[in-house]
């Protein structure tokens, strides 16, 4: 399937960077088209791609997928490379469970309370609401407490065999951990924080940003 794959996104979207991740780690070559979801005329536009008028849209040739987590197993089934997917159930099964564990209960705090907060909206020249950070924070450590347990287990979070969990956490890990408060957060819990020594250094993750001279 040599048809052409582009990824639209907007260039602060945590979810078009766990999509990046994926597609990297998979080996796939993609172009990115910058679409801004919160500005009113892009998003009129966006709708055609996808009804609820968020990023990241796969396309791939005149397939078009949304859902970062369909999208990320669309690109391990669909293209030869390195399988993100665990063959032994379990792990599999836990490595489903961290993507929904960190849609469902992680991106709000760590990406919008902590993260857009303490990290994004200074640089915006907007004021940091403390308060909100500070619930993020009590729920990411819930979150990540969670995870951790998981990565105990040593199925999935190894940092060893790359898997849809790690792009999504790792694409994750990223933002967080650019507020101080969550790098130290992560640092408290001893899996995590080895597993995210390993996956941080992996081109996938340091390549996100050069050439995005906007990004945080
Ligand atoms: N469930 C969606 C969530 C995607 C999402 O929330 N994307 C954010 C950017 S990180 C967005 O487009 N926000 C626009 C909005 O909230 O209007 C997925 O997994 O792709």
Same mark, same amino acid.
């Given at each position: 399937m040599n048809d052409p794959v582009t990824l639209f996104g907007f260039r602060h979207s945590v979810y078009q960077r766990v999509a990046r991740v994926a597609l990297k780690e998979k080996g796939v070559l993609f172009t990115v088209e910058e679409i801004d979801p919160f500005d009113v005329i892009e998003a009129e536009r966006l709708r055609d791609l996808h009804p609820f008028g968020r990023v990241p849209v796969l396309r791939h040739g005149s397939f078009v997928l949304y859902e970062t987590s369909a999208i990320t197993r669309y690109v391990d089934a669909a293209f =030869?490379?390195?399988? %993100? !997917?665990?063959?032994d159930p379990r792990a599999a099964a836990q490595m489903a469970q961290v993507i929904a564990i960190l849609d469902s209960y992680g991106y709000w705090p760590? =990406? #919008?309370? !902590?993260f857009s907060r303490r990290v994004f909206a200074p640089h915006e020249e907007s004021t940091c609401n403390e308060t909100e950070v500070a619930e993020g924070l009590e729920s990411s450590l819930r979150v990540l407490s969670a995870l951790e347990a998981i990565a105990a287990e #040593? #199925? !999935? %979070?190894?940092?060893d065999a790359v898997s849809l969990a790690d792009c999504h956490l790792g694409g994750m890990m990223d933002y967080f951990t650019r507020a101080p408060e969550g790098a130290d957060l992560t640092q408290g819990l001893p899996c995590l924080d080895a597993w995210w020594q390993k996956v941080r250094v992996r081109p996938s993750i340091t390549g996100l940003d050069p050439g995005d001279d906007t990004a945080l």
């Open positions: =030869i490379g390195p399988s %993100l !997917v665990p063959d760590m =990406i #919008r309370q !902590v #040593r #199925r !999935v %979070l190894t940092g």
